[in-house]
Structure formats: structure tokens, C-alpha cells
């Protein structure tokens, strides 16, 4: 059984940082990409940030570049979400994604998190 599991949300000001981390955590053997998307209420699911496995690539939403990181831990199957310069509109719940190959399995499926309540206010 494959889980991810999301910890760092929380309120925050204008202008201020959150960092949010996700783990993958059960009978694993690859993962292929692994990243965050965030929904707003009454919005779409949107791509906020993905890393490929070789860790080389990472991919933005344009709303975002310059301000959110993402980066691989030290710690195996877990990356973190570094948000400087929050705004009220990335005011959402953030979900982490990953595809996964779990171990005897010969192919590639999406996991998500349960998300986590990000709020950007004065």
C-alpha cells in the first residue's frame, strides 16, 4: 500500500514563507515524478510544481516561478515545497502527487495526498 503524506500547511501573511513536505511512504520500487498541485475553492486543480525522478527538472506554474521551490530531501521519496513571497490567490488546499511503480507491479500509477489547507491573509 502507497502513501504520501502531506505536513505544513497553515496560515500565513502576505509576504510571509511556508514550507510544505511530502513522504511516499510502502512497497515502492520507482518513482517517476513527484510534485505538488494546489486547488482553490471553486477552481480547477492546478499544477503548482513537479520534479522528475533524475531530480534534474523541475517544472512551474508561471504564477509561482521565482517564488516556490521545490526540491528532493535527503531523506529517500520525500520532497519539500519552499513558498517565499505568499500571496492571498495561492490561498488553497495543496496536494501532493507522485507516480509510482509499486514493488511487483509493471506499471506507473498517480498517488495523491490527502492535502493540506495553505491560507495567505492579514
Known amino acids: 500500500q502507497v502513501q504520501l503524506v502531506e505536513s505544513g500547511g497553515g496560515l500565513v501573511q502576505p509576504g510571509g514563507s511556508l514550507r510544505l513536505s511530502c513522504a511516499a511512504s510502502?512497497?515502492?520500487?520507482?518513482?517517476?515524478?513527484m510534485g505538488w498541485y494546489r486547488q482553490a475553492p471553486g477552481k480547477q486543480r492546478e499544477l503548482v510544481a513537479v520534479?522528475?525522478?533524475?531530480?534534474?527538472?523541475?517544472n512551474y506554474a508561471d504564477s509561482v516561478k521565482g517564488r516556490f521551490t521545490l526540491s528532493r530531501a535527503n531523506v529517500k521519496n520525500t520532497v519539500y515545497l519552499q513558498m517565499n513571497s505568499l500571496k492571498p490567490e495561492d490561498t488553497a488546499v495543496y496536494y501532493c502527487?507522485?507516480?509510482?511503480?509499486?514493488?511487483?507491479?509493471?506499471?506507473?500509477?498517480?498517488?495523491w495526498g490527502q492535502g493540506t489547507q495553505v491560507t495567505v491573509s492579514s
Open positions: 502527487n507522485a507516480d509510482i511503480m509499486g514493488s511487483g507491479s509493471d506499471y506507473y500509477t498517480y498517488f
Open positions: 520534479l522528475d525522478s533524475s531530480g534534474a527538472s523541475t
Open positions: 510502502g512497497s515502492i520500487f520507482s518513482i517517476n515524478a
